[in-house]
């Protein structure tokens, strides 16, 4: 038996924000109040003042260093851009190519490590029986709670003990797992697998991996898109362990452009510019391939909260 | 006998990587920290004896501590309550029937999903030098005088807070805005009908109805905030040290200081320690006042 002989269960990730309804007709007051020429006034401001600091990030990075301090500001775009980035990936103090790789590998093993690992025990802990099942589920809500960074120096002196320091390791290790994406997870498929789905498959043989891995996991796909960008764009944007734990000739991208803020004597906005775009790009491709989605999460977050 | 053995493992095996991981690299630098605070522990020398509670005497008299603790809190304060009311007013605008709502909800996921540490090197120069920053020559251009924004210890916080308002201002008013459409409309029909005001609606309906969402944005963005550390570490360009008097060194500035610079991990655990526990109390007055609110009605 396979999930597509049983009728296709709700699957709230795939919905857009939900529109609030209209008032059907002849119900005397409208449902949503009128938008007048101020709120449009106000939405517009804030899209400038939203979309302005990136744009002129991205402005100044296709120009040279004057760019920067001009007044009024660089509006369009210029033509140094190819200049910019051949001095960014030569710059020896910056080591930018590395960082950028690096980041890249992180990113994707982290977020497919945490899509992974977190599906698997939030499948255990939603639907198989077991002594200690209530414990270990209260026990992924309070790590939830715990932050991380406060262990920052035991971090580092077991980080010296394992002699990873300065290995990329070490900022991939750490956050293989998260307790709020075994959450998430676990809620995900208390709503969408029934339990019949698991005994069908169960009598016809499969083992309980078997099971995970051909029947749930495929109705998970939603679930693991979000988890999976999310911790993407998260691991790629970690700034503060990269900077303790890694060194400026095997830095992240984040780290990189760190470096190039703090090394220049003065200062060249151009290549900081053009380096700070380079280390937001993979998350503007996300913001306009799934903003929608993400815009979705956070709302649903919010009631579920 | 095979798959009796699958069925009663399997479950462990599964959660198994989670706990382990979060064991080892959370659960026991948590607890360690305590440990370590306890000791004279240097880079180079390792653990170099016990000390009690010195590390903590310490900090009690350290100046700097104090310091860095006013300033997180000081920012905080000034980022997080004109972000919450903006992001409430914000949501309420886009409560309503809209042109491009779409639009507009994208806008104010942009900044969220954006590189802090990128943004934080565009405002360090919006803000930035004593003339040449973008604010202070349009302030120029209007004939005021330049603002010192990495000087002055209040104006810095200013420069720290907007970095911080602009990130999460949009993220907040999402919240708030798929709470504000879960709200009843006849509460504000009702309300129509007895002729009260837009702004009185919103006062006296909209943020009471909302006030379990507006509670648990305070929660989250405190621990968020009791740990700030990248924008004012890239806004002061000169380490750790959070200006040249130290007007906009957070705690976690502190710690970062005292581990790399100073090597003192002993002490950097201790403050790292007593900024879990500032946290926790944060949270719990949090938890405290909404009970108390909730008895009161």
Same mark, same amino acid.
């Given at each position: 038996?396979?999930?597509?002989?049983?009728?296709?269960?709700?699957?709230?990730?795939?919905?857009?924000?939900?529109?609030?309804?209209?008032?059907?007709?002849?119900?005397?007051?409208?449902?949503?109040?009128?938008?007048?020429?101020?709120?449009?006034?106000?939405?517009?401001?804030?899209?400038?003042?939203?979309?302005?600091?990136?744009?002129?990030?991205?402005?100044?990075?296709?120009?040279?260093?004057?760019?920067?301090?001009?007044?009024?500001?660089?509006?369009?775009?210029?033509?140094?851009?190819?200049?910019?980035?051949?001095?960014?990936?030569?710059?020896?103090?910056?080591?930018?190519?590395?960082?950028?790789?690096?980041?890249?590998?992180?990113?994707?093993?982290?977020?497919?490590?945490?899509?992974?690992?977190?599906?698997?025990?939030?499948?255990?802990?939603?639907?198989?029986?077991?002594?200690?099942?209530?414990?270990?589920?209260?026990?992924?809500?309070?790590?939830?709670?715990?932050?991380?960074?406060?262990?920052?120096?035991?971090?580092?002196?077991?980080?010296?003990?394992?002699? #990873?320091?300065?290995?990329?390791?070490?900022?991939?290790?750490?956050?293989?797992?998260?307790?709020?994406?075994?959450?998430?997870?676990?809620?995900?498929?208390?709503?969408?697998?029934?339990?019949?789905?698991?005994?069908?498959?169960?009598? +016809?043989?499969?083992?309980?991996?078997?099971?995970?891995?051909? $029947? $749930?996991?495929?109705?998970?796909?939603?679930?693991?898109?979000?988890?999976?960008?999310?911790?993407?764009?998260?691991?790629?944007?970690?700034?503060? #362990?990269?900077?303790?734990?890694?060194?400026?000739?095997?830095?992240?991208?984040?780290?990189?452009?760190?470096?190039?803020?703090?090394?220049?004597?003065?200062?060249?906005?151009?290549?900081?510019?053009?380096?700070?775009?380079?280390?937001?790009?993979?998350?503007?491709?996300?913001?306009?391939?799934?903003?929608?989605?993400?815009?979705?999460?956070?709302?649903?977050?919010?009631?579920?909260? | 006998? #095979?798959?009796?053995?699958?069925?009663?493992?399997?479950?462990?095996?599964?959660?198994?990587?989670?706990?382990?991981?979060?064991?080892?690299?959370?659960?026991?630098?948590?607890?360690?920290?305590?440990?370590?605070?306890?000791? +004279?522990?240097?880079?180079?020398?390792?653990?170099?004896?016990?000390?009690?509670?010195?590390?903590? $005497?310490?900090?009690?008299?350290?100046?700097?501590?104090?310091?860095?603790?006013?300033?997180?809190?000081?920012?905080?304060?000034?980022?997080?309550?004109?972000?919450?009311?903006?992001?409430?007013?914000?949501?309420?605008?886009?409560?309503?029937?809209?042109?491009?709502?779409?639009?507009?909800?994208?806008?104010?996921?942009?900044?969220?999903?954006?590189?802090?540490?990128?943004?934080?090197?565009?405002?360090?120069?919006?803000?930035?030098?004593?003339?040449?920053?973008?604010? *202070?020559?349009?302030?120029?251009?209007?004939?005021? +005088?330049?603002?010192?924004?990495?000087?002055?210890?209040? #104006?810095?916080?200013?420069?720290?807070?907007?970095?911080? +308002?602009?990130?999460?201002?949009?993220?907040?008013?999402?919240?708030?805005?798929?709470?504000?459409?879960?709200?009843?409309?006849?509460?504000?029909?009702?309300?129509?009908?007895?002729?009260?005001?837009?702004?009185?609606?919103?006062?006296?309906?909209?943020?009471?109805?909302?006030?379990?969402?507006?509670?648990?944005?305070?929660?989250?963005?405190?621990?968020?905030?009791?740990?700030?550390?990248?924008?004012?570490?890239?806004?002061?360009?000169?380490?750790?040290?959070?200006?040249?008097?130290?007007?906009?060194?957070?705690?976690?500035?502190?710690?970062?200081?005292?581990?790399?610079?100073?090597?003192?991990?002993?002490?950097?655990?201790?403050?790292?320690?007593?900024?879990?526990?500032?946290?926790?109390?944060?949270?719990?007055? *949090?938890?405290?006042?909404?009970?108390?609110?909730?008895?009161?009605?």
């Amino acid at each position: 038996m396979t999930a597509t002989t049983i009728e296709r269960p709700a699957r709230p990730h795939d919905e857009r924000p939900r529109r609030p309804r209209r008032r059907r007709s002849g119900g005397g007051l409208r449902r949503m109040r009128q938008a007048t020429p101020l709120t449009y006034f106000a939405l517009i401001l804030t899209f400038v003042l939203s979309v302005f600091p990136l744009w002129w990030m991205i402005v100044v990075a296709t120009r040279t260093t004057t760019a920067a301090s001009q007044f009024p500001p660089a509006l369009l775009p210029g033509g140094n851009l190819v200049d910019n980035v051949g001095r960014l990936f030569t710059n020896n103090s910056a080591n930018f190519l590395t960082g950028l790789m690096n980041s890249i590998i992180a990113s994707t093993t982290v977020a497919a490590s945490v899509v992974f690992f977190c599906s698997l025990a939030g499948f255990a802990l939603a639907k198989l029986q077991f002594k200690g099942r209530g414990f270990f589920t209260v026990a992924v809500v309070v790590t939830m709670a715990v932050p991380v960074q406060i262990g920052l120096v035991p971090l580092l002196i077991l980080m010296d003990w394992l002699n #990873w320091r300065g290995d990329l390791q070490s900022v991939i290790v750490p956050f293989m797992v998260s307790g709020f994406g075994v959450f998430l997870m676990r809620q995900y498929v208390l709503q969408t697998i029934p339990d019949d789905l698991m005994e069908a498959a169960r009598i +016809d043989g499969c083992s309980t991996f078997r099971i995970y891995w051909s $029947v $749930v996991l495929p109705a998970l796909r939603p679930a693991m898109v979000v988890l999976g960008l999310l911790t993407f764009m998260q691991t790629w944007n970690e700034f503060i #362990w990269a900077l303790a734990v890694l060194t400026p000739d095997n830095p992240t991208v984040q780290f990189s452009i760190q470096q190039l803020n703090e090394s220049a004597y003065s200062r060249d906005f151009a290549l900081m510019f053009t380096g700070a775009t380079f280390a937001t790009l993979p998350l503007l491709i996300i913001f306009f391939v799934f903003g929608r989605q993400l815009v979705g999460r956070i709302m649903e977050g919010a009631i579920k909260a | 006998m #095979w798959s009796r053995l699958d069925i009663r493992t399997s479950p462990y095996l599964f959660i198994t990587p989670f706990f382990l991981l979060f064991g080892i690299f959370g659960l026991f630098p948590l607890l360690y920290t305590v440990w370590v605070s306890l000791h +004279d522990w240097s880079l180079i020398g390792g653990n170099e004896g016990f000390v009690g509670l010195d590390n903590f $005497v310490r900090l009690a008299g350290d100046e700097k501590f104090w310091s860095a603790l006013y300033n997180t809190l000081g920012i905080f304060t000034i980022a997080v309550v004109p972000q919450l009311l903006l992001a409430l007013m914000l949501a309420d605008t886009l409560n309503r029937r809209i042109r491009f709502a779409n639009l507009f909800r994208m806008t104010l996921v942009l900044p969220y999903i954006t590189s802090v540490a990128a943004l934080a090197i565009v405002f360090s120069v919006v803000f930035g030098g004593e003339q040449f920053g973008l604010i *202070n020559q349009v302030l120029g251009s209007i004939g005021l +005088d330049p603002i010192s924004w990495q000087g002055d210890r209040y #104006w810095s916080w200013a420069a720290i807070a907007t970095m911080i +308002d602009w990130r999460w201002t949009g993220y907040n008013a999402l919240i708030y805005l798929a709470a504000m459409q879960s709200v009843p409309k006849d509460v504000y029909e009702a309300a129509d009908l007895d002729g009260a005001s837009r702004a009185r609606q919103f006062v006296q309906i909209t943020v009471p109805l909302l006030r379990p969402t507006i509670i648990f944005t305070v929660i989250i963005s405190t621990i968020g905030q009791m740990q700030l550390f990248t924008e004012p570490t890239i806004f002061g360009n000169n380490g750790y040290a959070g200006g040249t008097q130290g007007q906009f060194q957070t705690v976690m500035m502190l710690v970062f200081q005292e581990t790399f610079d100073y090597q003192n991990f002993g002490y950097a655990a201790a403050i790292s320690w007593v900024l879990f526990l500032i946290v926790v109390v944060m949270g719990l007055i *949090n938890v405290w006042l909404t009970s108390r609110i909730k008895g009161a009605e």
